[in-house]
């Protein structure tokens, strides 16, 4: 399930949860970009489609707004689920500087690799 948010600088925030049963984890990903459509491509395309904008910046800054947004939302996850593990990933290297502040809330750092590339995910045990 996905939810969209306009953002006051007119950007667009994307918040997706998926849940996956095999491991018990619930994922939220996190995407700012300038319209629906990129935020979309963002989380849908493949790795090598010139489309995704996955680790770019795409424009203006977008400050706290998507952090405090996506926290509200993170909040009422954690509240209605119980038992499992919460990963939450942002896009780029600015949207994980700013969710960095996650490790206030008891999330932890975790790095892996995928498709070659380290990815970075914060994530708790509820």
Same mark, same amino acid.
């Given at each position: 399930? =996905?939810?969209?948010?306009?953002?006051?600088?007119?950007?667009? /925030? @994307?918040? &997706?949860?998926?849940?996956? *049963? +095999?491991?018990?984890?619930?994922?939220?990903?996190?995407?700012?970009?300038?319209?629906?459509?990129?935020?979309?491509?963002?989380?849908?395309?493949?790795?090598?489609?010139?489309?995704?904008?996955?680790?770019?910046?795409?424009?203006?800054?977008? =400050?706290?707004?998507?952090?405090?947004?996506?926290?509200?939302? /993170? @909040?009422? &996850?954690?509240?209605?689920? *119980? +038992?499992?593990?919460?990963?939450?990933?942002?896009?780029?290297?600015?949207?994980?500087?700013?969710?960095?502040?996650?490790?206030?809330?008891?999330?932890?750092?975790?790095?892996?690799?995928?498709?070659?590339?380290?990815?970075?995910?914060?994530?708790?045990?509820?």
């Amino acid at each position: 399930m =996905g939810k969209f948010f306009k953002l006051k600088n007119g950007q667009w /925030l @994307k918040i &997706l949860f998926s849940y996956c *049963s +095999n491991e018990n984890v619930w994922y939220m990903t996190i995407v700012v970009s300038d319209s629906k459509r990129q935020c979309n491509d963002c989380i849908r395309k493949t790795e090598n489609s010139p489309k995704v904008f996955f680790g770019q910046y795409t424009g203006r800054k977008a =400050g706290l707004e998507p952090f405090i947004i996506a926290l509200r939302e /993170l @909040k009422t &996850l954690e509240q209605t689920v *119980s +038992n499992c593990e919460i990963r939450v990933s942002g896009a780029s290297s600015r949207l994980k500087n700013i969710y960095k502040w996650l490790i206030w809330y008891g999330y932890k750092i975790k790095n892996i690799k995928n498709f070659d590339r380290d990815m970075e995910f914060f994530y708790k045990v509820v």
